[in-house]
């Protein structure tokens, strides 16, 4: 709490206490996270994840990290093969965005829109990610969870276009089908895909976070529209069965 109270004294805050523009530390907790997924590449994304774009985005900016050097966009810096672009987005930041990292963000203008890839999730800085988190007393309030969240985001972009991935997903489905709950398929699928990702990086990366991840599995929750819990408990039998 005090913590958070210094953060905030030294930067502007919104109504809801927790930091809401991009420092150089959540920059650098940003990379962390492309690094973790990279060095993840050979065993989950064996063709490649960097044609897929990663914006960290805060209350007024969007950082656009891109292996493509040519977008007609102000240049901020650069980071391994990145460019890294940076121009305002002129939207309105709602606190549940200030906690995410997702494959969308409502607020991207259209002309931005238009020339970054097609493939691309957004995520919020760690600081104010990691302390929304913890008011909600998630396993998502950890630097590890912020880290490996970015492993998650570019599983659902990877699985969007990459076909081999199918194999995997053909092994998913009877335990897809098996679920009974109200839940979109297209979207379990899809997070069953990611939450299977962010395990292994997590197993691999964040020892203590995939034991995190694995305690969730086993809890019981109704409202799972979307299909994370649903998405992670079939992960988890997934990687289960993996095992040597
Ligand atoms: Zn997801």
Redesign the pocket.
Known sequence: MAGCLVMCLAQACLAGGYPDRATGADRRAFQEGLAAAQKMQPEIFPDGIGHIDALLYDAKDLYIYSQNEGYPLPKYGRWKKYTIYRAPHGGLVSERYMAI???GIEFMPKEIQAVIAEQYFACAPAGSFQSIQRQRGSIYQYREGYLA?II??Y??QYMEQEPEVLAIVHKMMPLVDAVTEAVSKD?LI??TF??WC?LQGARRLFPKQYQRMLDTAEEDRKDDR???LN?LKIAVKLLDDDAP
């Open positions: 990292c997702i494959g969240s998650h985001e599983g659902h979207s899809s997070e990611a939450n962010e979307y299909g994370h998405g």
